[in-house]
C-alpha cells in the first residue's frame, strides 16, 4: 500500500496563552502516519508531546506590560468621561425643568391676578369710569398667558421627556415637581479652575496615559533588536523501540539585513505617535482652557443678572405695579400705566427663572470642563 509521511504541527490540540505577548506552547505531533489512517495515535510510528516557550529579552515583557496598563487606564478615563458628561446633561435637564415648572407658576399668578384686574375693570367699566376698550385689552391679555401657558406646557413635557430618557424609563413617566434651586455666588478663582480641569479633566488624563503608553512602545519596540530565547522541551512516544524525551533551547537572533528596516521604521513610527500624542495634549489642554473659562464667564453673567434681580427689579417692580394698582382703584392712574406695570412684572420674573435655570446648567458645564465635583 502506498503511504507517505504526515507530519502536523502545532495541531488543533496545541494551545495558546497569552501574557504581555509571550507565547506558551503546547503541541502534539504526528510522524509516519499512512494517508488512510484515521487514527494517527495508534497508526502512527512516533507521536511527540511537546511544550514551548519562547523568552523574551530582559526588559520587554515588563515595557510590554507598562504599555498594557497605559492603554487600560485611557480607556478608563474615555468612560469617565462619558460619565461626567452624561452627569452634566442629568444636571442641565434639571436646571431645564426647574426653570420651567417655575415659570408655569408665575403664568399661573399673573393669569390670578389679571383676572382680579379684569374684575376691577369691568366693575369701573360699569359705572362708567373706564371704557369697554380697557375691558377687552385685559381680556386679551388674559388669552396671551393661556398661550404662554401652552407653550410653556409643551416645553415641560420636552423636558421631562428628556430626562425620562436620561433615566431609562418610558417617556410618559410623571417626575412631579424638583425641588427649588437656591442659586448662590460660586466662589471659584479661574486660576484655581484652570488647575483642577489640568489635574483632572479625563481627557487629559486620557492623554497622559496615551503619551505614556507610546512612549513604553518606543521603548519595546528598540528592544526589539535583542534576542529572544527558545525553550522547547518534548515527550517522545515511539510505537517501536523505547519513548524517549529531547530538549532544546536556541536564540531568536534578529541579524538578517532585511529585517532591520522593519525595526526602525517600527521605532520611528511610535516615536511619531509620542509627538503626536504630546501635540494632541497641548491641543487639548488649550481647548479645556477655552472650555472652562467660557463657562465661568457665562455663569458670573447669569449671577450678575440674578443678583440684580433679587436685589432690586423684581422688589421694586413687585412694589410699583402694588402702588400703581391702588392708584388706579382710586382712579389716578389709567388703565394702561396699570396694564403697563403689570406686563414688566410678569416679565421680568419670567426672565429672573430663565437666568436662574441657565446659571445652574453653566454651573454642570463648568463642572463637566473642570472635571471635578462643584458642589453647587
Do not use: C
Request: glycine share 4%; proline share 3%; charged share 25%.
Amino acid at each position: 500500500m502506498p503511504r507517505f509521511y504526515l507530519r502536523i504541527l502545532n495541531s488543533s490540540l496545541q494551545g495558546h496563552w497569552r501574557v504581555a505577548q509571550q507565547h506558551v506552547s503546547i503541541g502534539v505531533e504526528f510522524y509516519a502516519t499512512p494517508i488512510t489512517s484515521l487514527n494517527p495515535l495508534k497508526d502512527g510510528m512516533e507521536t511527540d508531546y511537546f511544550v514551548q516557550q519562547m523568552i523574551p529579552f530582559f526588559g520587554k515583557r515588563s515595557l510590554m506590560a507598562k504599555a498594557a496598563t497605559a492603554k487600560t487606564r485611557m480607556v478608563e478615563q474615555s468612560a469617565t468621561t462619558t460619565e461626567r458628561n452624561l452627569i452634566a446633561i442629568v444636571k442641565k435637564t434639571y436646571a431645564m425643568l426647574y426653570s420651567v415648572q417655575r415659570r408655569l407658576d408665575v403664568n399661573v399668578e399673573n393669569q390670578r391676578l389679571l383676572n382680579q384686574i379684569i374684575e376691577s375693570t369691568r366693575a369701573k367699566y360699569s359705572v362708567g369710569s373706564n371704557t369697554q376698550g380697557d375691558v377687552l385689552k385685559a381680556q386679551v391679555e388674559l388669552a396671551k398667558l393661556k398661550n404662554e401657558q401652552t407653550t410653556l406646557d409643551q416645553e415641560l413635557a420636552n423636558a421631562e421627556a428628556m430626562m425620562n430618557a436620561l433615566r431609562a424609563v418610558p417617556s410618559h413617566t410623571q417626575i412631579g415637581r424638583v425641588i427649588d434651586l437656591i442659586p448662590k455666588q460660586f466662589q471659584g478663582t479661574l486660576s484655581d479652575l484652570y488647575a483642577s480641569a489640568l489635574d483632572y479633566r479625563p481627557e487629559v488624563r486620557g492623554m497622559g496615559y496615551e503619551i505614556e503608553m507610546n512612549k513604553a512602545d518606543v521603548a519595546a519596540s528598540q528592544r526589539e533588536r535583542y534576542p529572544d530565547i527558545m525553550v522547547r522541551g518534548m515527550y517522545k512516544s515511539m510505537m517501536v523501540g523505547t519513548d524517549q524525551w529531547s530538549a532544546m533551547i536556541g536564540i531568536n537572533v534578529p541579524l538578517a539585513p532585511w529585517a532591520s528596516a522593519k525595526y526602525s521604521k517600527k521605532i520611528e513610527e511610535n516615536t511619531l505617535n509620542v509627538l503626536a500624542s504630546e501635540q494632541s495634549l497641548r491641543d487639548m489642554q488649550n481647548m479645556v482652557q477655552f472650555e472652562v473659562r467660557d463657562a465661568w464667564s457665562r455663569i458670573q453673567s447669569k449671577w450678575e443678572q440674578i443678583d440684580r434681580y433679587q436685589r432690586t427689579i423684581l422688589p421694586q417692580t413687585d412694589q410699583a405695579l402694588q402702588s400703581t394698582l391702588a392708584a388706579y382703584q382710586t382712579d389716578k392712574v389709567d388703565f394702561l400705566s396699570l396694564l403697563d406695570s403689570y406686563r414688566m412684572l410678569q416679565m421680568f420674573k419670567m426672565e429672573y427663572y430663565m437666568a436662574v435655570g441657565e446659571y445652574f446648567a453653566g454651573l454642570a458645564e463648568l463642572e463637566r470642563a473642570t472635571g471635578t465635583d462643584l458642589k453647587f
